[in-house]
Structures are given as C-alpha cells and as structure tokens.
C-alpha cells in the first residue's frame, strides 16, 4: 500500500481528509470561498479597522446564495440537499481568513430566525423571515443580561401582560449585531423565577423604548455587538414566539446544531494560524537555519497538526451520528471544548513562532489569537458545558 502524499501545509492541505465530503461539498466550498474573497477579502483590514463592515454585504451574501443557507426555499433559502457539512463549510470559509467580526454579524439570523419560522406566527414568515433572508432586514438573539448569561434562570429583563400588549422593561449586553438589527428576538421574564418563567419576543428594534449602545473593549473589535435596553417597550402579544413561560423549550436543537459551526470555526482559524505559522517558521532563519529546522519549533508545529486532525476525526463521527438520527449532546459539548482549546493552544504557539513578527500587524496570527478566547465563553462556556456533559453521561 503506498504511503499517503505529502499535504501542501496551507489551509486547505491541513484539513485531513474527511470519508464524508462529497463532490456537492466541494462546489459549496468554491462558491463560498469564490464570494469571500470577492466580496470580503480585499476589504478586510479596513473593515477590522473600523471595526464594521457596510450594510452592502447583506444583499449581496443574500444574492449569492449565502444568506439563506439551510433556509426554505419557498423564504428566499437555499434549503435543498443542506447537510451539516455545509454549516461546516460555511464556518471554515468564513474563518478562512481569520476575521470572525464579518461571520459574528453576517450570521445572527442563524440564530435568531429559525425560532421565529418554526415558532412564531405563520405571518412572519413573510413579514420577519424573507426580508431577513434577502439581507434587508436584520435579526439579532437578545439573551445574555449584564447581570450574567450563563445562569439562564436569572434573567431579569420582564414582559408584562397589558391587553393586547406586553411591556418590556429590562438590560441586554453583548448581542451580536445589536447596534444595527431591526428585530431582536428575546429573553423575556413573563413568568415566575427560573428557566420556567422565561419566553421568547420578537420586538421591533426600532420601537420607542429601545436603546442601544456598543460594547466596548472586546477582542473582536466590532462596534455592532452591543447592549440594549428596554425602557417601556410596548409588543405586541402576537410577538411571542412559542408559547408563554416555555421561551427555551424548543431551542436545545437549535443550540447543538450551532455548536458545529463554532466547532468548524476555531478549526479553521487553527489552520489560517498554522500555516502561516509554517511559511514564516520556512523563511526565518536563525542560529545558521531555518527556524522550522530547530526541534523545538517542529515539535510545535507537529503537535499544533496532530491535536487540529484528532479533532476532525471526532467531528467526523459527531455528524455521522447526527445523520443517523442520533444528537450526541454529551460529546457535542465536550468536542466544542476539545476545538475551542484547540485554537486556544494553536494560537499561542503560533504566535510564539511568529515572535514579534506577531505584533507588527502583518499577518492574521494576532487577530487570530485576539479572537480565540471568545469561542470558549460564548455558545456554551467550557464550565457550563463540562457540566452538561457530565449530566448527559450519568455522572
Ligand atoms: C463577542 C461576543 C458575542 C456575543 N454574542 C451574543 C449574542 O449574540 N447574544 C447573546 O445573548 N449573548 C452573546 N454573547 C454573550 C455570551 O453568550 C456570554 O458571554 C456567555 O453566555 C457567558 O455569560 P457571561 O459572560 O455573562 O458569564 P457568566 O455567566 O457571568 O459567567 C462568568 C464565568 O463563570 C463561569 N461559570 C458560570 N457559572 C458557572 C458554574 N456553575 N460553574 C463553573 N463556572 C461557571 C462561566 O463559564 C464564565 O466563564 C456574546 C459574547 C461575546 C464576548
């Protein structure tokens, strides 16, 4: 049996190769690196700059089929023969270059819209979900509180019934794409304490009584992740999506189905760190060789390469048992870990290949690395999802 080629140790050479993919992948991945590095790419450094990107590129992504990824056809999507492996894809592309403001933002109506469409009254779906997928509209996932987002039962922010109406008084932070949404699907207090008293409203962002402001000081450096606030915001009653004092019952689907994407995200931000990592460890040289030629350095790099491909294996499984019927919760929430921490070790090492090469702005490593620690906190914080796996698997 003859021995496996040499991979190229770029990007695509350092994603092991997947029994899975098919031909229909590949012609995604093309389609999607095609408008990346149209539409993104050449614009990439002044958007991390200004820390945004211009409303144009919802249109357009909208145009190119990218928008509505995963949607109903019949809504503007693009829904037919979607599997797992294009939300995979989809992350790897969009990370490809090591910028997740663009994604962060691009994509809150993955989260935001598939409660309103499955949930929510049927006449959302042309008012909210076709305007949302066409890039004209745009949905933020109001949940995190300043008073904490992990301890989902401690919510504050309340909705009181008056007639026909709700009224919601109460504090958001560090919503993706809060500063420029249009409809912000939210976590409401209706009821009493806890996880019970909690529902889902859609409220129109632009209503009296809604305020926003950008968090900042995050790593991401994106001035459209902000925080809200509620004073008096009269909603409509008919704006409840699922039913009342239920808001988080039909959204454990929705949550694992999102961790592959953060899954496939750091994944591919480990490899845009690696292999530039190796081209610069090849072109250094010092102490009279190339820094890729001292021990110290391969071993890095080795070690980077075996945790990335170990990672793929599982992921590879976790969708296999996804098809099959099958939601791993358990190994879902460990493998989020496993990636997350993954791209944590790659871009310390990386950087540290890099030296201070890393801090002069020329290359994706530093962003990369400033980026890393956020897919540890957020969808899932390493604790809170230690804590649902040992739950799953009976400890
Ligand atoms: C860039 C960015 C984008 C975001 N986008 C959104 C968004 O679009 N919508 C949204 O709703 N939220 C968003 N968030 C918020 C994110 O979901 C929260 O940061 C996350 O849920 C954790 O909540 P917290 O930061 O309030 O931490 P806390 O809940 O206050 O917890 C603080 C730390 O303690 C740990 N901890 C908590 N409880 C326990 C425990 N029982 N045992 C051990 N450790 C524990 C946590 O893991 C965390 O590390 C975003 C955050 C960032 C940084």
């Known amino acids: 049996m003859a021995s496996a080629p040499k991979p190229t140790l770029d990007f695509d050479g350092l994603r092991p190769p997947s029994p899975f993919l098919t031909p229909a992948h590949d012609a995604w991945r093309r389609k999607l690196r095609a408008f990346v590095d ?33 949607f109903d056809p019949a809504l503007g999507g693009t ?11 989809f992350a790897e592309e969009f990370f490809r270059l090591g910028s997740g403001v663009v994604f962060a933002d691009l994509a809150t109506h993955w989260i935001g819209l598939p409660p309103v469409i499955a949930f929510g009254p049927p006449e959302m779906r042309e008012t909210v979900a076709k305007p949302v997928l066409a890039g004209e509209k745009k949905i933020s996932f109001a949940v995190t509180e ?8 401690g919510f504050q922010t309340t909705a009181t019934r008056q007639g026909d109406h709700f009224i919601v008084n109460g504090e958001k932070t560090l919503i993706s794409g809060a500063t420029r949404a249009d409809y912000l699907l939210t976590a409401v207090r209706t009821g ?44 409509p009653v008919g704006n409840l999506i699922g039913p009342e004092n239920r808001g988080f019952a039909g959204l454990a689907n929705q949550f694992n189905i999102e961790r592959f994407s953060g899954i496939s995200a750091t994944l591919a931000m480990a490899r845009t760190a690696i292999a530039e990592a190796i081209a610069f460890a090849r072109d250094r040289h010092t102490f009279g060789q190339r820094l890729v030629d001292h021990q110290a350095i391969r071993h890095k790099i080795v ?87 040992g739950r799953q698997i009976g400890l």
């Open 38 to 70: 149209a539409e993104i790419a050449p614009h990439l450094d002044e958007w991390d700059a200004a820390s945004t990107f211009p409303d144009e590129l919802y249109p357009k992504a909208a145009k190119a089929g990218v928008l509505g990824m995963g």
């Open 79 to 89: 829904g037919e023969d979607i599997d797992l492996y294009h939300r995979i894809i």
């Open 146 to 153: 300043p008073s904490g987002g992990s301890d989902v039962g």
């Open 192 to 235: 009493g304490a806890g996880v019970g008293g909690l529902s889902l409203l859609l409220i129109d962002a632009h209503s009296p009584g809604v305020s926003t402001a950008p968090v900042r000081g995050l790593g991401w450096y994106n001035k459209n992740n902000g925080s809200l606030r509620f004073e008096d915001v009269k909603v």
């Open 303 to 389: 070690e980077m390469i075996q945790r990335v491909n170990a990672c793929y294996a599982y992921l590879d499984i976790l969708v296999w048992r996804f098809g099959r019927g099958e939601t791993a919760v358990a190994d879902l929430a460990m493998m989020k870990i496993q990636a997350t921490t993954t791209l944590e070790h790659c871009a310390r090492e990386c950087l540290q290949v890099l030296g201070g090469r890393a801090y002069t702005g020329a290359n994706r490593v530093e962003r990369i690395y400033r980026e890393a620690r956020i897919f540890v906190i957020g969808g899932g914080s390493e604790e809170i999802l230690r804590d649902l796996a």
